[in-house]
């Protein structure tokens, strides 16, 4: 059957209109305006026991307060994610930390890190930035992740910002491109060196190694002396060596965002 001339320069116009798509009805996908704010996913472990040392653990909350504070700062949107999703349990919980005593304070805040999005629920393209905070719960479940190593792909190849903190770089040991690359590979890369977790006395009760891992994955180690500021940025991945050094890989990952622009 023949349209009318009026009727194939309307569906022409809504064609355009919907850009330029096959089909009759307009595009459903979320087109992100360019001036938009940034949006920065925040992953939290859901592991919550140290080994079998009958004791807890969790995210390290400062590394979670701090670089949420950073980024609040910025502008930017927030999600708190984790793994499969729901309750994120705090360790290291300092309230005489200004941040972190704000934060604790702040219900609605707190309701979020006990009902995290399960990662496999989102879509990795709407992140800009993905930052992994730490805390030795991570080191059980960040490396093998199937949610996890699929967002820092996703991030990373956008030509987003993959950053994490202390124990938080579990979640790169293991994180390959699209081509196969490790992502560590050739990069200088820190984090929570062998040497501080001997001086904690958990080297023997973490799953592995840490920094050893690293190394062996090609990364460039960097450190400072135990427990000092350490952070390094190599091409769209920055890395913290511990709590010290929070703040640090937050403002890093900011100053890359915004070298970016929208």
Request: net charge negative; charged share 20%.
């Amino acid at each position: 059957m023949r349209h009318h001339p009026i009727l194939r320069a309307a569906v022409h116009v809504l064609a355009i209109a919907c850009g330029m798509l096959p089909s009759w009805g307009c595009s459903t996908v979320e087109r992100a305006s360019p001036t938009a704010p940034k949006r920065v996913a925040i992953v939290l472990t859901n592991h919550g026991q140290l080994g079998d040392t009958g004791k807890s653990t969790g995210f390290f909350l400062s590394e979670a307060t701090h670089p949420y504070e950073v980024f609040r700062a910025a502008g930017y949107e927030i999600d708190f994610l984790s793994p499969k999703g729901g309750l994120a349990p705090m360790d290291g919980v300092d309230t005489n930390d200004p941040i972190n005593a704000a934060f604790l304070a702040n219900e609605a805040l707190v309701a979020q890190t006990k009902a995290t999005r399960a990662i496999p629920a989102v879509d990795p393209a709407r992140y800009d930035a993905v930052f992994f905070s730490g805390g030795h719960g991570t080191m059980w479940d960040f490396p093998e992740d199937r949610g996890v190593q699929a967002l820092i792909r996703v991030v990373y190849e956008r030509g987003g910002v993959v950053a994490a903190v202390c124990h938080g770089p579990a979640a790169v040991v293991n994180a390959r491109l699209s081509d196969g690359t490790l992502l560590v590979q050739g990069k200088e890369v820190s984090s929570f060196t062998d040497e501080e977790e001997v001086a904690v006395k958990l080297d023997h009760v973490v799953p592995f190694a840490l920094e050893s891992t690293l190394r062996a994955r090609g990364a460039r180690f960097v450190e400072a002396p135990n427990f000092e500021r350490k952070v390094a940025v190599s091409d769209r991945l920055v890395t913290g060596q511990n709590p010290a050094s929070a703040t640090g890989v937050a403002e890093e990952v900011v100053r890359l965002l915004e070298s970016r622009g929208n």
